[in-house]
């Protein structure tokens, strides 16, 4: 449709907006003006400035026009609706951690993914997109992400304006943190292996900090768990302690 064909009347436009607000509610038809406008291609600055309508609130009307369709039009404070529901329902992703996975519920749990949490970059571009497109909330991701939410905001606009290579981590020393030779490896399994039968648990900073003490290795907590994880050494910590407890009973 292209709008600069149309031709428009000040006075059919003022006896129409005048009939549509005695039968719909002055709040309904500013709605449906903002909705059409946006479908018709307006910026959000346009309607806002066009309606007198503050621009948040029509991002507002907008997202609830596409999760809820025609109710989305209504005063939200009554309890039934005069309009036909929208014809099929999207729920809203959840995200929980499982195991060493950040699970992302899609579709009341139809639809699942499994992203490791070691995969930083997987996440924040998944995570991120789908704050783009107002399915999940900015806070959400921020804890996912275990980012500031002003952070999380700033990361979302760069994916949407910039692509993937503006998000991925470019500290300097990243890459150097995940290269660890075979006998840094090994050390590392000694002292998982050690503070799990000692301490009964583990985290990254705690072997981080016994293999400064032990070996005279430095390494960051967060390195140490991505090679945790990439070693499959994460699904161990649970098990191993009951295994070695029954190794010592039968000796």
């Known amino acids: 449709m292209n709008c600069e064909n149309l ?7 003022d006896q129409r907006i005048v009939q549509a607000e005695s039968l719909l509610g002055t709040n309904v038809v500013r709605k449906i003006l903002g909705y059409a406008l ?6 959000r600055s346009t309607i806002s400035s066009t309606l007198d309508m503050p621009e948040g609130t029509v991002r507002s009307l907008v997202l609830a026009m596409n999760r809820r369709g025609l ?6 404070r009554f309890k039934t609706s005069s309009f036909k529901t929208s014809p099929c329902y999207v729920s809203m992703p959840t995200l929980e951690e499982h195991d ?4 992302i519920n899609l579709s009341k749990g139809d639809i699942v993914l499994d992203i490791p949490t070691s995969n930083v970059l997987q996440k ?5 997109t789908l704050l783009n497109n107002g399915l999940l909330k900015r806070s959400e991701v921020a804890a996912a992400l275990s980012l500031s939410v002003d952070r999380t905001a700033k990361l979302a606009r760069k994916l949407q304006q910039h692509d993937v290579d503006a998000i991925s981590d470019q500290r300097r020393g990243q890459q150097q943190d995940y290269r660890f030779p075979p006998e840094v490896k090994a050390e ?12 009964g648990k583990i985290s990254g900073e705690q072997l981080s900090s016994h293999l400064d003490e032990r070996c005279q290795l430095t390494l960051s907590p967060r390195s140490i768990l991505h090679h945790l994880s990439a070693l499959g050494l994460s699904y161990l910590k649970n098990s191993l302690p009951d295994h070695l407890s029954e190794l010592k009973k039968n000796l």
């Open 7 to 13: 031709t428009f009347s000040q006075r059919l436009h």
């Open 38 to 43: 946006f479908l018709l291609g307006a910026a």
């Open 71 to 76: 109710s989305a039009l209504e005063d939200q």
């Open 100 to 103: 060493s996975n950040l699970r």
């Open 124 to 128: 924040r571009v998944l995570l991120l």
């Open 188 to 199: 590392l399994i000694q002292q998982f292996v050690i503070d799990l039968v000692v301490h």
